[in-house]
Nanobody, 123 residues
């Protein structure tokens, strides 16, 4: 059974940091790209960052470039999203997803989704 578990969210003050983790199981981790998405209340879901399978290339939304860093520990089947300099507009439910493709990760279809972890940034 494919499972993606996102955790690490919480309440943090503006300017603070959080590290989200996405633990994957039930599929060959190395063959999948992993993406982080978020959805704020009343807004559409948006892609935040992703890491491609194969070459491990990464992508960031403009809104988080320079503040967020995605990384992967293939030995632990886990992808991390280090979030620094958090802003109130980063408040959202964050999801991780997996897609089986060797293409650059922003351009692929994500097949499996985990439950979200809530990030709240206070001003």
């Amino acid at each position: 059974e494919v499972q993606l578990q996102a955790f690490g969210g919480g309440l943090v003050q503006a300017g603070g940091s959080l590290r989200l983790s996405c633990a994957a199981s039930g599929f060959t981790f190395d063959d999948y790209a992993i993406g982080w998405f978020r959805q704020a209340p009343g807004k559409e879901r948006e892609g935040v960052s992703c890491i491609s399978s194969g070459d491990g290339s990464t992508h960031y939304a403009d809104s988080v470039k320079g503040r967020f860093t995605i990384s992967s520990d293939n030995a632990k089947n886990t992808v991390y999203l280090q979030m620094n300099s958090l802003k109130p507009e980063d408040t959202a439910l964050y999801y991780c997803a997996a897609g089986s493709s060797i293409l650059y990760c922003p351009h692929i279809k994500y097949d499996y989704w985990g439950q979200g972890t809530l990030v709240t940034v206070s001003s």
